[in-house]
Structure formats: C-alpha cells, structure tokens
C-alpha cells in the first residue's frame, strides 16, 4: 500500500527565506503528485500538480520537483511572506486508480 | 459553479442519529471524491464517482455510509446510525474529464457526533 511521509512536521522560518519541504512515497508507480495548501478550518487549495513524465513545475515562488525513481518530491518556497503560513500536503495518485494519497502534511509557520 | 460548494458547514449529529452531507463540484467536472479527515492531517479516500456511477468504494465502511450523485442534483454522503468515530471534516473534490486532473476541494463539512 502506497504510504506517503512529509517532513518536516513543523517547519518556523523568519519572513524573506527560502524552504523547502520534503515528501517522499513508498510507490513509485504513480501518476502524478500535487501539492496542496489548507489553511485552518478550510478546504485544500491546490497548488501544483506534477505528472510523472514531468521533473519539475512552477508557479510564482513555487517550485515543485519530482524524483519518481526514488520516490521524492520537494516543495520549493522562494522569499517567504507571512501569509504563506498553512499546512502543506502532498499527494499521490497510483498508476490505475483514480484517488489521492495524502502525505502527513507540513504546518509552515513564516514569522513577520 | 467556479467552485466545489459543501454544506452544510458543520452538523452537530448525537450518537445513532442519521447525518447527510451535500456537495456540489465545479460546473463541468465529471468526477467527484469524498475524503474524510480524522486527525488534523489525515485524509482517507471514502468514495469517487464518475457522473453518478460509482468509481470506486474501496474507501467506503458500508455498514452504515452510503453515497449518491444523482443527475441535477448535489452529490451525497449519508451516514446511518453515527458513532463518535465519525466525527471528522469530510471533504468532497471534483476534477474534469480524465479524473487524473487537478482535483479541486471544497472548504468541508465538520461533523460532530456527541
């Protein structure tokens, strides 16, 4: 069974850094992998959905990579601003199947 | 509509009573998923369908969950005989045609058996 890990957990960072987030996944026979957003009590926002034919996507300050042979993904965040505070996850969907596997997710915290 | 619509927003339910959540995707969007959220990061896949033909259940306890989308109506997840181990936001997305998309949330429903 296709299990999916974040780490951090928890992730404090002063305003204006660069991070990263990791994720990594047990099966590497996925479809795709899209990264998530939730902010409290909300729903998720999607942010970037990588294929498995794709190595990386961008939109704005994020990047996202995908490493499918060793199971990795990170989630780049250029220049972090406040409001980049949330929770991240990550997801996979299995090659043949059409639900998500979320990862644990990271609480970012970006201090003004 | 532009986006996933949930409702109701919360639903206070007491132990063995009947709980019904609604959901209506994106305008367009052919598939529909029903997620549930126990613990603050834990997302389980309950449910998907494809219009109204169930996709796949394997998510599904069927003793007491079921769900329906029916044709010009909001999709629905009905929980028979609630045990506070139901208690959780469940979450519906949709995405488009393939179903191998973009899958787009709606803000959830939180359900809280007492």
């Known amino acids: 069974k296709q299990e999916v890990t974040q780490i951090p957990a928890a992730l404090s960072v002063p305003e204006g850094e660069n991070l990263v987030l990791n994720c990594s996944f047990t099966?590497?026979?996925?479809?795709?992998l899209q990264w998530f957003r939730q902010d409290p009590g909300k729903g998720l926002t999607s942010l970037l959905l990588?294929?498995?034919?794709?190595r990386e996507q961008t939109s704005g300050r994020l990047n996202a990579s995908l490493d499918k042979s060793s199971g990795r993904s990170t989630l780049y965040i250029a220049a972090s601003q406040p409001g980049d505070s949330a929770t991240y996850l990550c997801?996979?969907?299995?090659?043949?199947?059409?639900?998500?596997?979320f990862g644990t997710g990271t609480r970012l915290t970006v201090i003004p | 509509g532009e986006e996933v619509a949930q409702t109701p927003k919360h639903l206070v339910r007491g132990e063995g009573q009947k709980a019904k959540l609604y959901c209506a995707p994106i305008k367009g969007h052919s598939y529909v998923f029903w997620y549930q959220q126990v613990l603050k990061n834990e997302f389980k896949f309950l449910i998907s369908?494809?219009?109204?033909?169930?996709?796949?259940e394997t998510g599904m306890p069927k003793e007491r969950f079921s769900a329906k989308c029916l044709p010009n109506s909001p999709c629905s997840l009905e929980i028979q005989a609630t045990k506070l181990e139901d208690s959780a936001v469940y979450f519906c997305?949709?995405?488009?045609?393939?179903?191998?998309?973009?899958?787009?949330f709606g803000s959830g429903t939180q359900l809280s058996v007492l």
């Open positions: 099966d590497s026979a996925i479809y795709n």
């Open positions: 990588i294929q498995s034919s794709q």
């Open positions: 997801a996979v969907r299995q090659t043949g199947a059409n639900n998500l596997f």
């Open positions: 997305a949709s995405s488009q045609s393939t179903g191998r998309e973009k899958l787009f």
């Open positions: 369908f494809q219009n109204e033909n169930v996709f796949d």
